[in-house]
């Protein structure tokens, strides 16, 4: 595990970027997997900016996010398709055919799981990941207990997801209560795997991910297994205030 510890979101933001943006530069055909939530945004706005200054093109570039949530279509503003559209896509030269997020309005949810799966097999891959943190350890939306052979597959989401992610909806009774998620096993498909963990919020999330045991009921401590993972923290997750 690399860690690099910085002092704000937007050093961290910085680093991240940089990770990625080099990532595209030296290989034009990269297959990046990308997450949404409060914490790659920073990221994103960097890509973006460094897109517009410098050109870096992602003509030819492969993106494949980790979830959605089931029963949203892409037009629904909650969803993680117009997240992404929003917050990124948009504002490049990425294709939209090049640009995945699973079908959450899919009629079958077996074979949408199926078929994204496969997708990042076909991808042989992903280059790099980009991750955040759930305060109680999930990484996408494998909550506490997702056994670490997971593939992509559909979640219950618990009481307390969806009231933290309630704060994206108009009201708490529109959250969904199903979504689909990358396994821990596709996660620990990627080539390189980068965790961003911001804010005293996530503090003891932090603190658990560096001191315990991989365990089942903390999903993140999955990735202290993969062989080229980057944990990168600011102050405020460390002190917790
Ligand atoms: P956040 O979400 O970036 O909005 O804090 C991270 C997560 O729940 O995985």
Redesign the pocket.
Known sequence: MNIIEVESYEEMSEKASELFIQKVRNNPNAKLGL??????LGTYKRMIADYKKNGTSYKNVTTVNLDEYVGLSKKHPSSYRYYMNERFYHHLNLKQENAHVPDGTALDLTIECERYESLIDQLGGLDIQL????QNG???FNEPGTSFDSLTHVVELTEN?RE??GRFFQNREEVPTKAITMGIASILKSKRIVLLISGK??SQALHRLLNEDVTENFPASALKKHPNFTLIYDKEAWKGV
């Open positions: 997450a949404t939530g409060s914490t790659p991750l955040g943190i759930g999930h990484i996408g997801t933290v992610n919020e996530k």
